[in-house]
């Protein structure tokens, strides 16, 4: 059973709904439909925290990324500790994060949750017991911090995007726990830019196309696997065989940003092991299989 505790509070004109939810969720980090529902709104007194987000754009194009900046702010007239603005990870991870995000139709009131693109790092961070997690604000100060999300954008249509933060986590009785920001109206239309997997990843073909549009000459050899970068980032690393317009054969290889969708590295070529010294595989040890291709359509970028 949950419980329901509401309270609304206004700062500087804006009406801002909290909620205090007990609710035996456990460790879970699945997928959560969730109405948010209309009340009245009263003003309330106590140590409060607002946050506010905001969208980089209005207007994406399917399986364009979007950048989402949160920003936490002390409305009392003393310092106030909070937690800091980390978000919680996808599936399999099994820690959870104090920021959570939710989209759905601009007509309507299901709310679903998708994640942002985390760091393995800071995901490693967040396991550790001792590690500090709160932050003290004086009185009017914020924190902001910019979320990559790639799943907002699957399908086209009008939707409206929103961040949960669970302020003062549940430790501290004393004080309301989750904070709602604004709702945020986006639309999705136009030619996809990119297809992206189940995790938000785009895929192994469009990795090779923005290799292959950037190699200099006739394609002849194309392949790519999914390997993890020190800092904590997948990456596609991209072999390309081109022919040169002078005839000479030439190999390159690339990573490509499989979050954004761009190429953020020249480097050489991957050896027939599959086993890069310097980089790990994704969660599970799974790889791409090896394929063999020659030139796929570039589509309209």
Known sequence: ???????????????????????????????????????????????????????????????????????????????????????????PASVRGPVTFWFGPANGQRRMQRYPVISDLEVEQMKDPSGDFTVSLAPGETISRRFLLTEFTAKPGGFIAQAHFDAFGQGDSSRIGKVFSNSIQFEVYGDRLYERDNKGLILYEEAINLAAARAPGDITLADAILIKDPAGFLKWWVNIDIREPQGKPRKIGYLVDPYRGRIVAKRAQYGPDMNPRLDRTPPGGRQVPRQQLGVLPRGNR
């Open 1 to 91: 059973m949950r419980l329901h505790r509401r309270r609304r509070f206004i700062v500087a004109g804006r009406s801002i709904l909290m909620s205090l939810i007990i609710a035996g969720l456990g460790g879970c980090s699945m997928l959560v439909d969730k109405a948010l529902e209309d009340v009245e709104i009263v003003e309330s007194s106590g140590d409060e925290a607002m946050i506010f987000a905001e969208l980089d754009k209005s207007v994406y194009r399917p399986g364009e990324a979007m950048i989402l900046t949160v920003t936490a702010t002390n409305t009392t007239d003393e310092a106030l500790p909070i937690r800091k603005l980390i978000a919680a990870p996808g599936p």
